[in-house]
């Protein structure tokens, strides 16, 4: 396909919404053994079935439940709830960013659908639409339906974990923790558009590496970000000399 | 039994400090970008983005996986290169993936 990147959705259509559940299939079984190692896991630290699956259902975002249950207590003092909220908030601050790019895109979809969809932006959906928005697609169904099927299967698979505790004895045997890196990889490939990319997205990667050495915890997941954007401001500026 | 679909006060309000915290994430970066006109500066660093997000977010993991997970990626990357098609990227990424640990490497 060489079609222009698309400006702005344009529509909300049931076909989008297939299409996207179409694009979502490739990543579904990382997902799903994904949630079941969050089920077992939140079962080991004593949350309840109903709690661990109310969790995913609201939630919703694989790495900060895990880091959530680093947290996990039985007496939830004021003290508490505001440190798992903050660094709840610290790790899916990359989400900031995926919004970020995603907006002008958003445009002209009325808030009615836009704000209620947005409660199911995850990486991988982010990445699909974004790939999908390159190739010139203009449904915002797209986002909805792969963030649907996401949110379905995610719940679905929380519960037998959270129910037999350890059911993934050996996450690393098949490489399925490497499945959503793979899959991210794979997917910038085609968003590449040459050497100014090659420069912001180094980078990116320099200031995150660095920045995940020199300070503890999940800021290189914003720091590379935004290092990556400014360079490509800079190098459009410049190139406009 | 009822005991595991029971819901503690306190995981409840945690919960849905966590859900408050995420969705805030969800819609803030569009919420605040809508208000930032699309200069042609702005729109350069938006193009950028979505590489920068996912370089910076998998390259870390990377140097902290090893090389299994390096060659896996390159793999998949080379693979998506040739094809354009994710679905095969994501095989030939994992079977290296457990080849290379298969190796020991």
């Given at each position: 396909m060489t079609k222009e990147p698309s400006e702005t959705a344009r529509r909300v259509t049931l076909a989008g919404v297939r299409e996207g559940a179409r694009l979502v299939a490739p990543v579904l079984p990382g997902i799903c053994v994904f949630a079941a190692a969050f089920g077992a896991a939140a079962q080991q630290k004593g949350m309840t079935v109903a709690e661990a699956a109310l969790s995913s259902a609201l939630v919703f975002a694989g790495a900060s439940q895990l880091v959530g249950l680093e947290l996990w207590t039985d007496t939830w003092t004021f003290a508490a709830l505001l440190a798992i909220a903050v660094v709840t908030f610290t790790v899916n601050a990359r989400m900031i960013l995926q919004g970020a790019s995603l907006q002008p895109w958003l445009r002209e979809v009325p808030g009615a659908a836009k704000w209620p969809t947005l409660f199911l932006l995850t990486d991988a959906n982010w990445v699909i639409t974004e790939r999908y928005r390159d190739r010139g697609g203009d449904d915002f169904g797209v986002l909805l339906g792969s963030g649907l099927v996401l949110w379905v299967a995610w719940l679905a698979f929380t519960l037998p974990g959270a129910l037999l505790?350890?059911?993934?004895?050996?996450?690393?045997r098949f490489g399925v923790d490497l499945v959503l890196p793979i899959f991210f990889s794979a997917m910038i490939v085609p968003l590449w558009k040459g050497r100014r990319d090659t420069i912001a997205w180094s980078v990116a990667g320099l200031v995150s590496v660095a920045t995940w050495y020199a300070v503890p915890g999940y800021a290189f997941m914003v720091a590379g970000p935004l290092a990556g954007a400014l360079a490509g401001a800079a190098i459009g500026m410049a190139a406009r000399r | 039994m009822s005991e595991a679909f029971s819901v503690s006060p306190g995981a409840f309000a945690a919960i849905l400090g966590m859900t408050a915290a995420t969705y805030l994430c969800r819609v803030l970066g569009v919420w605040l970008m809508a208000h930032v006109p699309l200069t042609q500066p702005v729109r350069d660093g938006l193009a950028a983005l979505p590489g920068s997000i996912v370089v910076a977010v998998v390259l870390p993991l990377c140097v902290k996986a090893g090389l299994p997970a390096v060659l896996a990626l390159a793999a998949a990357m080379a693979a998506m290169l040739v094809r354009r098609n994710e679905l095969i990227a994501l095989f030939v990424g994992l079977a290296v993936a457990s080849g290379a640990r298969a190796f020991g490497l």
């Open positions: 505790g350890g059911l993934m004895d050996d996450p690393k | -």
